[in-house]
Nanobody, 115 residues
């Protein structure tokens, strides 16, 4: 089992920045990709960004340039740096880990961007 705990969400004004963290614990060896997803108003949960164990990254095209995913393997933590936030970024952000074909999810952290 892999446990994921997100943190760093909160209220921010439009144009501001936030950095989310996802700490992994448990059976973390051989975790392959770790990702951030989000569930925003009126939309289904969508992939925000992925980072592999080797450091390769992939982003939702519309978010690339404003969001940056990174990974600290020593701390078993993945980060999502978000800047130039807009109200449409408001939602719950979830951390996801893939290990041996199984997916694990955190409970999410709420990001609210005020106009």
């Amino acid at each position: 089992q892999v446990q994921l705990v997100e943190s760093g969400g909160g209220l921010v004004q439009a144009g501001g920045s936030l950095t989310l963290s996802c700490a992994a614990s448990g059976s973390i060896s051989s975790i392959n990709a770790m990702s951030w997803y989000r569930h925003t108003l009126g939309k289904q949960r969508e992939l925000v960004a992925v980072i592999t164990s080797g450091g390769g990254t992939k982003y939702e095209e519309s978010l690339q340039g404003r969001f940056t995913i990174s990974r600290d393997n020593e701390k078993n933590t993945v980060y999502l740096r978000m800047h130039s936030l807009i109200p449409e970024d408001t939602g719950v952000y979830y951390c996801n880990a893939e290990r041996y074909g199984l997916e694990y999810w955190g409970k999410g952290t709420l990001v609210t961007v005020s106009s």
